[in-house]
């Protein structure tokens, strides 16, 4: 079955502590991105990432970094959280880079820090 | 830059009314246009889409058509199911964007009732 998986769905953690949410796809698609979804602003992208090694900001990139080593993930990193990041997280893969082509996202981890 | 906005929500239905969801863009040139829906503790799923002025895309009963001259993308049902609830974001993809970034909509919670 083709999916993004997201790990984990939810955490709790306190300031300062860094972590990792994990984004993996099996769909062997070159285009993989992060996004914060909060209450009345919708969905915004953190970072994406074409392809292996290539990597971009988004429009929120501030407290994030992101990796890609291999073509099917897409981690996450948060170095030192803040309240301010605790927010609903999607990760999305697209195949090729095209505007008119759909994104698959995963099903969402809910970070709140403490 | 561009920017997608979606009527205020939330919506509340009785089964089988119908159903229309505003959604207007701004953006140059000529944007890919795409409704999502979020289903409660899940991801986005593609609902519809339409990639040039006057198509129409269609899903599960759902319809919305691309309107230039109005830069509107309203989504539509004739006769809504309890199953229909969920949050909808109208969502685009700029011609000049190359890699693929979705600017969404705020969402629109929908509820239907019994």
């Known amino acids: 079955e083709a999916q993004v998986t997201q790990n984990p769905r939810y955490l709790i953690t306190v300031t300062g502590k860094k972590l990792t949410v994990t984004c993996s796809q099996n769909?062997?698609?070159?285009?993989m991105s992060w996004y914060r979804q909060d209450p009345g602003l919708g969905l915004r992208q953190i970072y994406y990432?074409?392809?292996?090694?290539?990597?971009d900001k988004g429009d929120v990139p501030e407290g994030y970094k992101v990796s890609r080593k291999e073509k099917r993930n897409f981690p996450l990193i948060l170095e030192s959280p803040s309240p301010n990041q605790t927010s609903l997280y999607f990760c999305?893969?697209?195949?090729?880079?095209?505007?008119?082509?759909?994104?698959?996202f995963g099903d969402g981890t809910r970070l709140s820090i403490l | 830059g561009d920017s997608v906005t979606q009527m205020e929500g939330p919506v509340t239905l009785s089964e089988e009314a119908f159903l229309t969801i505003n959604c207007t863009y701004t953006?140059?040139?000529?944007?890919?246009l795409f409704w999502y829906v979020q289903y409660p503790g899940e991801g986005l799923q593609l609902l519809l889409k339409?990639?040039?002025?006057?198509d129409k895309g269609s899903n599960k009963g759902f319809e919305a058509t691309y309107r230039k001259e109005t830069t509107s993308f309203h989504l539509e049902k004739g006769s809504v199911q309890v199953s229909d609830s969920a949050v909808y974001f109208c969502?685009?993809?700029?011609?000049?964007?190359?890699?693929?970034?979705?600017?969404f909509g705020q969402g629109t919670i929908l509820t239907v009732h019994p």
């Open positions: 999305a893969s697209q195949q090729g880079s095209g505007g008119n082509q759909p994104q698959h």
């Open positions: 769909m062997n698609h070159e285009y």
């Open positions: 990432s074409m392809n292996v090694e290539v990597t």
């Open positions: 953006a140059t040139g000529y944007p890919s």
């Open positions: 339409a990639t040039k002025a006057d």
């Open positions: 969502a685009l993809s700029g011609p000049g964007t190359s890699y693929g970034k979705l600017t």
